[in-house]
């Protein structure tokens, strides 16, 4: 069984940091990428940003770039999300996600991944 655990979300006030961590395990735990998606209250489950487990390359919605960086530790098959520069409409649950694909089109859509954490919140405050 595959499971994906997220941590280090919490309260932060306008302008500050968060690093959720995502921690995957199990047996049959494979995959060439992971994601981070986040979903706010009353909307739709948006990607965030992606990395490929072997190549490193990241991928990030562009509203995120630039504040937000995705990082792995390939030994603890774990994946980071660095969140700087937080505004209040960052406020969602994040979810981490594994899929098997390795394109960027693919990446930023959810249902091309297998397994799902089961969200950490984020509220940032004004």
């Known amino acids: 069984q595959v499971q994906l655990v997220e941590s280090g979300g919490g309260l932060v006030q306008a302008g500050g940091s968060l690093r959720l961590s995502c921690a995957a395990s199990?047996?049959?735990?494979?995959?060439?990428?992971m994601g981070w998606f986040r979903q706010a209250p009353g909307k739709e489950r948006e990607f965030v940003a992606a990395?490929?487990?072997?190549?490193?390359?990241?991928y990030y919605a562009d509203s995120m770039k630039g504040r937000f960086t995705i990082s792995r530790d390939n030994a603890k098959n774990t994946v980071y999300l660095q969140m700087n520069s937080l505004k209040p409409e960052d406020t969602a649950v994040y979810y981490c996600?594994?899929?098997?694909?390795?394109?960027?089109?693919?990446?930023?859509?959810?249902?091309?991944?297998?397994?799902w954490g089961q969200g950490t919140q984020v509220t940032v405050s004004s």
């Open positions: 996600a594994a899929g098997r694909w390795t394109y960027s089109i693919l990446l930023r859509t959810e249902r091309n991944y297998d397994y």
């Open positions: 199990g047996r049959s735990f494979s995959s060439d990428a």
């Open positions: 990395i490929v487990w072997t190549s490193g390359n990241t």
